[in-house]
């Protein structure tokens, strides 16, 4: 967990905030784990989504993971026990994501927007998942991209997750977690936060292939698709809650 040691480069203000923030993190994760434990102690929990995510991971198979970032309060519990490798991105908020990754036997790779080089940030955690995904190649591994993150627009899906699929040859999954009741906080992603004695799961798209022989200019194809499968189980899980999808997705444009 160096990356929340290595402060000294950062101006003394911001240094002070950063070890505050770590200091929270640290504590923050075991408040979250056992507010999920109450949800689910509560709640009538399906899981059966998760199956082909275990299934291709007993098999050795490659799968990238696509969540809207709506998700990114429920996902880490909900996907305990996958040993996935995520992305959290490098401001405060994914220093308490990326703890409580690691506390639920999860990894995670820094980077995604902001407002410091952003650019950089963003190509060299690309960089970093390609890298974690050959480095278990025929073990079987789980990589999660909430593709419209860190800023949004919500559903608007950028394009380095198909690059990073086309790199580790993995398969492509789109999930929506869903729960009821939920409590849509007024973030931009209107992220979810499960509320206990209700219900939870999750809608999960067919597969989605790189083409064979494909190359980083016929990826937009892939882009479009699995950002439009996305939008799809988004508005199934919402149908299937009864209620109307929130927030409104956009597409990339």
């Given at each position: 967990m160096e990356q929340f040691d290595d402060l000294e480069h950062l101006p003394p203000a911001r240094r002070r905030k950063k070890r505050v923030v770590s200091w929270l993190a640290r504590r923050a994760p075991g408040l979250y784990i056992a507010y999920m434990r109450l949800v689910y102690a509560t709640s009538r929990v399906d899981e059966s989504g998760l199956e082909v995510l275990r299934q291709r991971k007993r098999g050795g198979q490659p799968t990238l993971l696509l969540l809207l970032h709506q998700d990114v309060f429920v996902a880490p519990y909900f996907l305990r026990g996958l040993e996935v490798c995520g992305l959290a991105n490098v401001g405060d908020a994914g220093d308490f994501i990326a703890f409580a990754m690691h506390q639920l036997g999860h990894s995670t790779v820094r980077g995604g927007?902001?407002?410091?080089?952003?650019?950089?940030?963003?190509?060299?955690?690309?960089?970093?998942?390609?890298?974690?995904?050959?480095?278990?190649?025929?073990?079987?591994?789980?990589?999660?991209?909430?593709?419209?993150?860190?800023?949004?627009?919500?559903?608007?899906?950028?394009?380095?997750?198909?690059?990073?699929?086309?790199?580790?040859?993995?398969?492509?999954?789109?999930?929506?977690?869903?729960?009821?009741?939920?409590?849509?906080?007024?973030?931009?992603?209107?992220?979810?936060?499960?509320?206990?004695?209700?219900?939870?799961?999750?809608?999960v798209s067919e597969a989605i292939e790189i083409p064979a022989g494909a190359r980083a200019a016929d990826l937009e194809v892939v882009r479009r698709k699995a950002e439009a499968e996305l939008h799809r189980v988004h508005r199934d899980a919402f149908e299937r809650d009864g209620r109307e999808p929130v927030p409104k997705l956009q597409r990339l444009e």
């Open positions: 927007s902001s407002t410091r080089d952003s650019r950089r940030r963003a190509l060299g955690a690309v960089r970093d998942l390609v890298r974690h995904g050959r480095s278990k190649a025929g073990q079987g591994f789980i990589i999660s991209i909430t593709p419209d993150g860190s800023r949004g627009p919500a559903g608007a899906c950028k394009a380095g997750f198909a690059f990073v699929a086309l790199e580790t040859q993995a398969t492509i999954y789109c999930m929506k977690i869903q729960a009821r009741p939920a409590w849509f906080l007024p973030t931009w992603d209107r992220t979810m936060v499960p509320l206990p004695f209700g219900r939870l799961w999750a809608e």
